[in-house]
C-alpha cells in the first residue's frame, strides 16, 4: 500500500510564503517522478510543477520564478517552496506520485492541502 501524506498548507498574505510538503510512505522501488496539482474552486484542476527521480523539474507559466519543487531522498519527502504568493494561488493542492512497485509503474495521490492567499 503506497500512500501520500501532505501537510504545509494553510492562510498567508499576498507576498508571504509556505512550503508544502509530500511524504510517500509504502514499500516502493522507485519514484519516478513527483507531481503537484492545483484545483480551485469552481476550476479544473491544473499542473503546478514537477521532479523527476534524475532530478529535473518543470513549472507552469504561472508559478515559474516563485514556487521551487524538490525532494529529500533520504525521507522520501517531496517539497514546494511557494514564494510571492498571490490570491490566484488559492486552490487546494495535491500531490501525485509515478512509482515503481514490485516491477509495476503505479500513480498515486495523496489528499491534497489547502491554501489560501489573503488580499
Known amino acids: 500500500q503506497v500512500q501520500l501524506v501532505e501537510s504545509g498548507g494553510g492562510l498567508v498574505q499576498t507576498g508571504g510564503s509556505l512550503r508544502l510538503s509530500c511524504a510517500v510512505h509504502?514499500?516502493?522501488?522507485?519514484?519516478?517522478?513527483l507531481n503537484w496539482y492545483r484545483q480551485a474552486p469552481g476550476k479544473q484542476r491544473e499542473f503546478v510543477a514537477l521532479?523527476?527521480?534524475?532530478?529535473?523539474?518543470k513549472y507552469a507559466d504561472s508559478v515559474k520564478g516563485r514556487f521551487t519543487i524538490s525532494r529529500d531522498n533520504t525521507k522520501d519527502t517531496f517539497y514546494l517552496q511557494m514564494n510571492s504568493l498571490k490570491p490566484e494561488d488559492t486552490a487546494v493542492y495535491c500531490c501525485?506520485?509515478?512509482?515503481?512497485?514490485?516491477?509495476?509503474?503505479?500513480?498515486?495521490w495523496g489528499q491534497g492541502t489547502q491554501v489560501t492567499v489573503s488580499s
Open positions: 501525485n506520485a509515478d512509482v515503481t512497485v514490485v516491477g509495476t509503474r503505479e500513480n498515486y
Open positions: 509504502g514499500s516502493i522501488s522507485a519514484i519516478n517522478r
Open positions: 521532479i523527476t527521480s534524475g532530478g529535473s523539474t
